[in-house]
């Protein structure tokens, strides 16, 4: 095979250029795979149709173009992965990028976009036309950089404040950075704003497409737990379930879990307790939360709680699933566009907090991973905490977890459902009703 240049040619002065063949590298681009088999089967087996992930793409780079211009802002300068993937769907060893920066990503409002990334990996980007030029990274976090990390953050500040220039102004938002890297920015008289916000809201509204994605992302989550419950029996570990959640994720497409979420019995209140060595037993309650993150990126992250090894739950049991149930049902249906966050706190079913352990939140956003916001119970309130209110569009998870403060078990179940024009849809399919294992 003749060797080519990959598409991303330095079009901005880049220290590197991309060599590895094209029609070789976008053959075997994870990202142009895609989730593969068993995940396509089950989905046309469904009826649902596939994202078009090039859509996808651009509407995601205009959104945060969009925003940049809004704030006057000439680009903004992503570490966190997340956004990374937002802006570009370019991913790279993206849990080890979450605590190691060691790739970064540069977008203009009227410019260009610079992939930053690790030594040797300019090929995984080459999916994505929307992408001017990918650059070797400077890492200069202390892992890689040791004594030397002021030093190599001034090279890096040096290289940014140049495409600042180059771009036509001097004020760049940043997702996050440590204060080396602030303090050099700001010496070559770059103004930082937060960034942060400027990508929470710009992931906050979803397009038609990203939609499609997340009910193919709740389908294989589906078919995840159905594996998953297959193996409920008195007597299997709390870790063991878990795994099989996770090896079905990851066969059709998925990426990895946030949390390990999932307890059985006396585990269960007050909650948050990870999966632990513990056996399950008969008669218990055994909860879990999802938190995955599953094909093309999309966070799925619902909940539900089932009764292992008996015929019917017991009174305490029954009641405390009852309410949960209640409570997340009644909060979906105050859900429409233009009501604000406060009228929802205010108007939402909540029990009483001397009585029962609740959760952290009442609901919050989800697109690739637990995003803005996140809407807290009424005691906990701040007036200048959330702007807005709810708008079409938007994809929100509704959370219950209820166990009393006395004792016995906890129940913990979540909904994730798209805001439409006139209310609600549901996005999370998985049986509501008390399952028996």
């Given at each position: 095979?003749?060797?080519i240049?990959?598409?991303?040619?330095?079009k901005?002065?880049?220290?590197?250029?991309?060599?590895?063949?094209?029609?070789?590298?976008?053959?075997?681009?994870?990202?142009?795979?895609?989730p593969?088999?068993p995940?396509?089967?089950?989905?046309q087996?469904?009826g649902?149709?596939?994202?078009?992930?090039?859509t996808?793409?651009?509407?995601?780079?205009?959104r945060?173009?969009?925003m940049?211009?809004?704030?006057?802002?000439?680009?903004i300068?992503?570490?966190?992965?997340?956004?990374i993937?937002?802006?570009?769907?370019s991913?790279?060893?993206?849990?080890?990028?979450?605590h190691?920066?060691?790739r970064?990503c540069?977008?203009?409002a009227?410019?260009p976009?610079?992939v930053?990334?690790?030594?040797?990996?300019?090929?995984l980007?080459?999916?994505n036309?929307?992408i001017?030029?990918?650059?070797?990274?400077?890492?200069?976090?202390?892992?890689?950089?040791?004594?030397?990390?002021?030093?190599h953050?001034?090279e890096w500040?040096?290289?940014?404040?140049?495409?600042?220039r180059?771009?036509?102004?001097?004020?760049?938002?940043?997702?996050?950075?440590?204060?080396?890297?602030?303090?050099?920015?700001?010496?070559?008289?770059?103004?930082?704003v937060n960034?942060?916000?400027?990508?929470?809201?710009?992931?906050l509204i979803?397009?038609?497409?990203?939609?499609?994605?997340?009910r193919?992302?709740?389908?294989?989550?589906?078919?995840?737990?159905?594996?998953?419950?297959?193996h409920?029996?008195?007597?299997v570990?709390e870790?063991r379930l878990w795994?099989?959640?996770?090896?079905?994720?990851i066969?059709?497409?998925?990426?990895?879990?946030?949390?390990?979420?999932l307890?059985?019995?006396?585990?269960?209140?007050?909650?948050?307790?990870?999966?632990?060595s513990?056996?399950?037993?008969?008669?218990?309650?055994?909860?879990?939360?999802?938190d995955?993150?599953?094909?093309?990126?999309?966070?799925v992250?619902?909940?539900?709680t089932?009764?292992?090894?008996?015929?019917?739950?017991?009174p305490?049991?029954?009641?405390?699933?009852?309410?949960?149930?209640?409570q997340?049902?009644?909060n979906i249906?105050l859900?429409?566009?233009?009501i604000?966050?406060?009228?929802?706190?205010?108007?939402?079913?909540v029990?009483p907090?001397?009585?029962?352990?609740?959760?952290?939140?009442?609901?919050h956003?989800?697109?690739?991973?637990?995003?803005?916001?996140?809407?807290?119970?009424p005691?906990?309130?701040?007036?200048?905490?959330?702007?807005?209110g709810?708008?079409?569009g938007?994809v929100?998870?509704?959370?219950?977890?209820?166990?009393?403060?006395?004792?016995?078990?906890?129940?913990?179940?979540?909904e994730?459902?798209?805001?439409?024009?006139t209310?609600?849809?549901?996005?999370?399919?998985?049986?509501v009703?008390?399952?028996?294992?």
């Open positions: 095979m003749t060797e240049t990959a598409r991303h040619q330095a901005i002065g880049a220290r590197q250029k991309p060599t590895i063949p094209y029609d070789y590298d976008s053959a075997l681009n994870m990202h142009l795979l895609g593969g088999e995940a396509l089967s089950e989905w087996a469904l649902l149709p596939l994202p078009n992930m090039d996808v793409r651009a509407y995601r780079l205009q945060v173009q969009q940049l211009r809004e704030r006057n802002l000439t680009a300068l992503l570490f966190d992965p997340l956004n993937r937002y802006a570009t769907d991913t790279n060893m993206q849990l080890w990028t979450m190691d920066a060691a970064y540069f977008v203009a009227e410019g976009v610079i930053f990334d690790y030594h040797e990996c300019e090929h980007s080459t999916h036309p929307l001017d030029e990918v650059r070797p990274a400077r890492s200069w976090f202390y892992f890689s950089s040791g004594a030397a990390v002021d030093r953050a001034r500040a040096a290289e940014i404040a140049d495409l600042m180059g771009t036509g102004g001097m004020r760049l938002a940043v997702d996050r950075i440590n204060p080396e890297g602030a303090s050099h920015l700001s010496q070559f008289d770059v103004k930082i960034g942060e916000e400027l990508m929470e809201n710009a992931r979803k397009c038609p497409d990203e939609i499609a994605a997340m193919c992302a709740n389908a294989a989550c589906d078919s995840a737990i159905n594996v998953m419950r297959e409920v029996q008195p007597g570990s870790n795994s099989y959640l996770h090896a079905e994720n066969a059709r497409g998925g990426e990895w879990i946030e949390t390990r979420v307890s059985a019995g006396p585990r269960t209140n007050p909650w948050f307790q990870e999966s632990s513990r056996p399950v037993q008969a008669r218990e309650m055994l909860a879990f939360d999802t995955l993150i599953g094909p093309y990126g999309v966070c992250d619902i909940s539900r089932w009764l292992v090894g008996a015929d019917n739950p017991s305490a049991q029954k009641d405390l699933y009852e309410r949960a149930l209640e997340v049902q009644n249906s859900l429409r566009p233009g604000s966050w406060e009228e929802l706190v205010k108007r939402a079913l029990y907090h001397e009585t029962y352990r609740h959760y952290s939140v009442l609901y956003g989800v697109g690739l991973c637990d995003e803005y916001p996140a809407v807290p119970y005691h906990q309130w701040e007036d200048e905490v959330l702007e807005d709810v708008k079409d938007m929100i998870c509704v959370e219950s977890y209820i166990g009393r403060r006395d004792g016995g078990e906890g129940v913990k179940y979540e994730q459902v798209l805001i439409t024009q209310g609600v849809e549901r996005l999370s399919t998985y049986p009703d008390l399952v028996i294992c």
